[in-house]
């Protein structure tokens, strides 16, 4: 499903934390979202599914204006990784996953036996196999943002909205579980604020800062501009490896 907006303007307690934010996720395109604290990133996210309204501005998707979209119909087309899980009640895993299917089910609807195959295969695919019956909140910070992949998994989403996924994940599970979001061939738009991980895995980036959108373009060509040194205030080194593959050195602070 692509996704595009035209000049949105987000405020929060009447402070303006974005302005004018035009941007498209297109052709199963991985499309990251970068800049320094603060600069509106996790706002352009929540304002897409639909946990803020914008002051100003329209978002489509396929084409279609997001305000004529009901809160279903919008789910059901939208896998959201948010970037805090914290939850007030505790949970069995599999029950956590299987609300990943709540968007397609009619009021006080069951559990179908395809629905428990797809939590268990997206238990398999973030490593979580014999989770089963134990509780959230007796997880892992690792452990708890893989059981919420999957339940982002088990929705089949058209497109993922993530903000900032590897948060607590190892190196292992930081590289398989964005190699698994990647060959899903959806369309992705990812929060990232390690710059070597969208290197390898976003097409395209948008740089923002104080809320404005200040670079967009092919990664590579984002990446080794000198805004990027400008933005983060922080020299850096880009190289190829030998399998031509992007990397950035951190030097010094500006």
């Known amino acids: 499903m692509e996704i595009q907006t035209e000049s949105l303007d987000i405020a929060i307690d009447n402070k303006t934390i974005v302005e004018k934010i035009t941007l498209e996720v297109k052709n199963k395109e991985f499309v990251g979202l970068i800049g320094p604290n603060g600069s509106g990133k996790s706002t352009i996210l929540r304002a897409l599914y639909r946990s803020l309204k914008p002051q100003s501005g329209r978002i489509f998707f396929d084409g279609e204006d997001l305000e004529t979209l009901s809160l279903q119909q919008t789910a059901q087309r939208l896998g959201v990784m948010k970037q805090n899980s914290t939850l007030n009640f505790d949970f069995k895993v599999l029950d956590l996953i299987l609300m990943g299917r709540t968007p397609y089910k ?17 238990l398999a695919a973030v490593g979580l196999n014999g989770y089963e019956e134990r509780l959230y909140n007796q997880l892992s910070g690792g452990e708890q943002q893989r059981v919420m992949i999957a339940r982002v998994l088990t929705g089949q989403p058209q497109t993922l909205l993530l903000d900032e996924m590897t948060n607590h994940l190892d190196l292992y599970y930081q590289f398989h579980l964005l190699e698994l ?6 369309e992705v738009l990812a929060v990232m604020h390690d710059l070597n ?3 390898k895995f976003c097409q395209k980036l948008y740089l923002l800062k104080a809320g404005k959108i200040i670079a967009y373009g092919k990664t590579k060509d984002v990446l080794c501009s000198p805004v990027i040194e ?12 030998e399998d031509g ?8 602070a500006k």
Do not use: G, R
């Not at 559990?111 to 797809?118: F, G, I, K, P």
């Not at 979001?181 to 959806?186: D, F, L, T």
């Not at 400008?230 to 490896?241: A, G, L, Q, S």
């Open 230 to 241: 400008e933005t983060f205030k922080i020299k850096i080194k880009p190289y190829n490896d």
């Open 197 to 199: 991980l969208a290197a």
């Open 106 to 122: 009619k009021p006080f609807e069951l559990d179908s036996q395809a629905d428990y195959e797809l939590a268990k295969a997206a």
């Open 245 to 252: 593959q992007l990397h950035l050195l951190y030097k010094d």
């Open 181 to 186: 979001i990647e060959n899903m061939q959806v």
